[in-house]
């Protein structure tokens, strides 16, 4: 999923602490999202769905650094994460 705009620097600069600050839209702590626990199995539901509707394979070959969710395109200049897909319908 990609966005229409850029972040603005400030987002990117953020020091958000906690465990999911990731997710902006949930945060952590006392304050956290009520949503949060609701959406996590719904988010599971819809992954399970689509791993049983389409098969996924890389679209080219991939470099895994240290961190085992850090995926980049071997020999690529691009820095930033990668995991560019083939996504095809399973025949029913």
């Known amino acids: 999923m990609s966005r229409d705009t850029p972040l ?18 949930f945060i952590g702590g006392g304050r956290a999202c009520i949503g949060f626990k609701f959406s996590e199995p719904e988010m ?17 070959e991939i470099e895994w650094t240290m961190q085992v969710s850090s995926p980049t395109v071997k020999g690529s200049e691009d820095a930033t994460w990668q995991l560019p897909l083939r996504v095809e319908m399973i025949s029913t």
């Open 8 to 25: 603005p620097q400030s987002a990117i600069d953020a020091d958000i602490p906690g465990f999911y600050s990731h997710m902006m839209t």
């Open 44 to 60: 599971k539901i819809v992954l399970c769905m689509l791993v049983q509707t389409f098969k996924l394979t890389p679209a080219q």
